[in-house]
């Protein structure tokens, strides 16, 4: 029995089929539903689990090589959200693009995780170093 990291046997399963340069979604509450990319649904209320706590677990094994995040979320979030965000990333290549042009990376993911968050555009693609 697992006593301690990731305990979800889903996200555990999906995590270890991840290789060099795949990309993962970490999508917020409201993120569009992606039938041909499997998802594994964390939500249980309104902000639980968020992104940012989701990334933070993820991190224990697996290296970010590069993330991506919608330019909206500079927009739509407070300074303190975004000072947490970019603190996560300290290090790592962060880009900020259109929400448009952020969803064209979705399709070429390996999966998806969706979470409780409910912060606008928390939405984040991080691809495995």
């Not at 996200?11 to 795949?22: C, E, S, Y």
């Not at 902000?47 to 909206?72: K, Y």
């Amino acid at each position: 029995m697992l006593k301690s990291g990731i305990l979800n046997p889903a996200l555990l399963h999906l995590l270890a089929r991840v290789r060099h340069t795949n990309t993962l979604v970490i999508a917020d509450q409201g993120f569009p539903f992606w039938p041909h990319l499997e998802t594994v649904d964390l939500a249980l209320v309104s902000g639980v689990p968020t992104v940012l706590q989701v990334l933070d677990a993820i991190r224990e094994n697996f290296t970010i090589g590069q993330a991506w995040s919608a330019a909206e979320f500079l927009e739509h979030n407070d300074a303190d959200r975004q000072a947490e965000l970019r603190r996560r990333f300290a290090g790592i290549p962060l880009e900020f693009e259109p929400h448009p042009q952020f969803k064209l990376r979705v399709p070429h993911a390996i999966g998806l995780i969706r979470t409780g968050d409910a912060a606008p555009y928390a939405n984040l693609i991080i691809e495995s170093a």
